[in-house]
Nanobody, 115 residues
């Protein structure tokens, strides 16, 4: 199993970014996919998750209405569209999957929201 994130960067407050996570090594469409984030000095927190078919999503209260999780099962990729970004969204963002009772994390991608 491999998860590879991309799309992070520096953005001004109010701006947008889209993160991608390309998965391999498992039947992607059969598994819930997650985005987590970890800010400096804070614990890792769940940002959003999406069901295997893409029909069910969950968002943390802090991002609801601003972030959108989606997936393309033909490309084995999950996305996180982030709009109206705030300085408090600054963190390393991780893609996560639990496959066959094992936890898999991507390497993370840094998102910095600053003017």
């Amino acid at each position: 199993v491999q998860l590879v994130e991309s799309g992070g960067g520096l953005v001004q407050p109010g701006g947008s970014l889209t993160l991608s996570c390309e998965a391999s090594g498992f039947t992607f469409s059969s598994y819930v996919m997650y985005w987590y984030r970890q800010a400096p000095g804070k614990e890792r927190e769940l940002v959003a998750r999406i069901s295997g078919g893409g029909g069910t999503t969950y968002y943390a209260a802090s991002v609801k209405g601003r972030f959108t999780i989606s997936r393309d099962n033909n490309k084995n990729t999950v996305y996180l569209q982030m709009n109206s970004l705030k300085p408090e969204d600054t963190a390393v963002y991780y893609c996560y999957a639990r496959v066959n009772r094992a936890d898999y994390w991507g390497q993370g991608t840094q998102v910095t929201v600053s003017s």
